[in-house]
């Protein structure tokens, strides 16, 4: 079947220490986007690319770092330098023009 | 600066009551825009819009896109409890093949027996 994984569901990192989260889609799509949500809160953009090897900044991109060396894949590295990083992070992929995009299941991150 | 902007940020109400969810945003290079459910993880689609008057459908929901005043509508009917969630809206916008897709802030629907 095809969709978007993301791993692991739920993460635990202590502060100080950089974590990679992981989002694999097998649809062929060309975009791919990372969100974060706070409780209570909408999806506020940190990066987004739209084909390989390139990709830009969202509204939050600051103490993230993002790569797109293979169509399929678009790791999130959360740096020690994003001073808040516990929150709910989502994957999203789209194949092109106007059409919905398709949701990853999430991965909780806290650090303590 | 792209801007999108939901109201109200929440609502209570009582079950078949009709409820009417707001959305209005400034863009740049706008295309479309999409509405979503979230209940626990994963924001489910409900709906794509591209063109203005244009009312979509889908059972109690439906929705409606107005490009010239920058907003959007989401209209649900008798409401049931399933209905409680956090409702999303995003203007897909931007250059490049694919565009940027931004949300706002949601509105949390809270639907009493």
């Known amino acids: 079947d095809g969709g978007i994984t993301q791993s692991p569901k739920y993460l635990f990192r202590k502060e100080g220490q950089n974590v990679t989260l992981s989002c694999e889609q097998n649809?062929?799509?060309?975009?791919m986007y990372w969100y974060r949500q706070d409780p209570g809160q909408g999806l506020r953009l940190i990066y987004y690319s739209q084909i390989v090897n390139d990709f830009q900044k969202g509204d939050i991109a600051e103490g993230y770092s993002v790569s797109r060396e293979k169509k399929e894949s678009f790791p999130l590295t959360v740096t020690s330098a994003q001073k808040n990083p516990t929150a709910f992070y989502l994957c999203?992929?789209?194949?092109?023009?106007?059409?919905?995009?398709?949701f990853g299941q999430g991965t909780r991150l806290t650090v303590v | 600066e792209d801007k999108v902007v939901q109201s109200p940020l929440s609502l209570v109400v009582h079950e078949g009551d009709t409820v009417t969810l707001n959305c209005s945003y400034e863009?740049?290079?706008?295309?479309?825009l999409l509405w979503y459910k979230q209940e626990k993880k994963a924001p489910t689609f409900l709906f794509m819009l591209t063109s203005s008057g244009i009312e979509k459908k889908s059972g109690r929901l439906s929705s409606i896109l107005d490009k010239k005043e920058l907003f959007s509508i989401l209209n649900i009917t008798a409401t049931q409890t399933g209905d409680s969630a956090v409702y999303l809206c995003?203007?897909?916008?931007?250059?490049?093949?694919?565009?940027?897709?931004?949300f706002g802030q949601g509105t949390t629907l809270q639907v009493k027996p």
């Open positions: 999203a992929s789209t194949p092109g023009q106007v059409v919905k995009a398709f």
């Open positions: 863009v740049t290079n706008f295309r479309s």
């Open positions: 995003a203007p897909r916008h931007g250059s490049g093949n694919t565009g940027k897709l931004i």
């Open positions: 649809l062929n799509h060309d975009a």
